[in-house]
């Protein structure tokens, strides 16, 4: 069978894949947070992020505040929303309500204003998988593909 028609294309899907970013986030995180404080909703990323996809380079304030109370992505919301956690007793807005109680009754503890924290995704972070905080593609990892590429069109021509 003769590959070297496809060597154009082997080449590039070689390329793609090795410069395509790996996702870091947890997406099941607003998941978990809705089940600790069991939430009738689940509550979008924006609550802590500045973007919905989410990752540590994206805190917000509330974000930084919620780090600096001892939650970690890997220890997971109830380290700071269960009933003995600290958002049980932290005003983080200082309007005289608790962060959980503001958002078990669907208020953002972030601010005053009726504003709500939940939103229509089922899976999280808008029922995506978020790329968080992912590595940037360097240049190694486009020289190392490029090389890939080349190889693997050498090898297509011997054949």
């Not at 805190?59 to 009933?83: D, H, M, R």
Request: aromatic letters at 6%; one cysteine or more; hydrophobic letters at 40%.
């Amino acid at each position: 069978m003769n590959l070297r028609p496809f060597a154009p294309c082997l080449a590039v899907a070689a390329i793609v894949l090795l410069q395509a970013r790996v996702g870091a986030a947890r997406p099941e995180f607003p998941g978990e947070m809705k089940d600790t404080m069991q939430l009738d909703c689940t509550p979008t990323c924006l609550l802590c992020h500045t973007v919905e996809e989410g990752g540590g380079e994206n805190l917000n304030k509330y974000g930084t505040f919620v780090i600096s109370q001892g939650i970690t992505v890997g220890g997971g919301p109830a380290a700071v929303y269960a009933e003995g956690g600290p958002a049980a007793t932290n005003d983080f807005d200082m309007d005289g309500e608790f962060d959980r109680d503001e958002i078990i009754a669907n208020s953002d503890p972030r601010t005053e204003e009726e504003v709500g924290v939940c939103s229509d995704a089922t899976y999280g972070c808008g029922a995506q998988v978020a790329p968080g905080s992912t590595p940037p593609a360097s240049p190694w990892a486009a020289l190392a593909a490029l090389g890939v590429a080349a190889f693997l069109l050498r090898q297509l021509r011997r054949a």
